[in-house]
């Protein structure tokens, strides 16, 4: 259910808007482009990209008005090994923090678990069913990315060339969406409006 409006409300979901259209078209393209294999590594690459973009503004905003910029940097990007180099450390400061929410939580374990399991296979790999299912199942907006299906698959029927469209697995396309729209929703979880992320995640006139 939609909250009500306040004030800057409208700015903010339209940055979200142009955020979606910009951002994570991008990551769309760039997971087309991979094998199952890099799709899963890219994937998991640019959403723990967006928990740094998310414990650094946590840290800022506590510490404020002193600057620690030096320090969150050194905790999260210090070369050549930061102290908070790892996807799970990461997961579970934004966990404890409150940062993102018990469900948030489990879709960033299951991701690390699909991601071992593809960064240490020299065989050929391809994403299962199984894999998929995981993954969305254990999305917070499971019902939200279910019901928005037909909108999710125009998105990409609108933004891929078809022929490479056809080239994918249901599963790959399955978990193709589930990782731009945890991408988002990563991004969403540093709004002011982080109660108004289902309407933000459900394709409608805005995203045309």
Known sequence: ???G?????KKRRRQAVERFKGEELSLARKLSLESDRGCVL???????EEMVRLLKAHFTAQSAPDDTSGISDWLLAARPIPPLQSFWVKASLCRVLGLVSAEVYKQLEVLRDIRNAFAHISEPV???????????GSAAWEVELRDAQDGLSTFWNEHLHESDSQLFSEPRLQFMTAAVMLHFYMYVCGLPIFEERFSLLTPDEEFT
């Open 1 to 3: 259910m939609r909250m």
């Open 42 to 48: 890219v994937a998991a690459a640019a959403i723990e």
């Open 5 to 9: 409006s306040k004030p800057g409300d």
């Open 126 to 136: 391809e994403i299962t069913a199984a894999e998929a299912n995981n993954f969305i």
